[in-house]
């Protein structure tokens, strides 16, 4: 079964910046889209960005993330990253990494494999 570990979050002053990585052990990543999703307080989990083994990128994330938030991929370590930048207090939240065969999806349910999540905290 594959397992996937976030890291990276913590606690950054708004205009900031963290790399959120997520990496896969237990089986490679060739076969699979990545995705990340945050839930923030008082919200539905939701889809940001997904990557799949081409490294071809699709975009959930609404206007506030446009330009800020990158994800990429490294096959070699068999990690995928989260480029977070200009980071405001209201992206707080839960950031967790997922997987699904093949293709990217932007919804949850669409995941088989799940990690347990990092939290970030953007406050002065």
């Known amino acids: 079964q594959l397992q996937l570990v976030e890291s990276g979050g913590g606690l950054v002053q708004p205009g900031g910046s963290l790399r959120l990585s997520c990496a896969a052990s237990?089986?490679?990543?060739?076969?699979?889209?990545i995705g990340w999703f945050r839930q923030v307080p008082g919200k539905e989990r939701e889809g940001l960005s997904c990557?799949?083994?081409?490294?071809?990128?699709?975009?959930y994330y609404a206007d506030s993330m446009k330009g800020r938030f990158t994800i990429s991929r490294d096959n070699n370590k068999n990690t995928v990253y989260l480029q977070m930048n200009s980071l405001k207090p209201e992206d707080t939240g839960v950031y967790y990494c997922?997987?699904?065969?093949?293709?990217?999806?932007?919804?949850?349910?669409?995941?088989?494999?799940w990690g347990q999540g990092t939290q970030v905290t953007v406050s002065s």
């Open positions: 237990g089986f490679s990543l060739d076969n699979s889209a």
């Open positions: 990557i799949n083994k081409r490294i071809a990128v699709t975009n």
């Open positions: 997922a997987a699904r065969p093949y293709v990217c999806n932007g919804f949850p349910g669409g995941y088989d494999y």
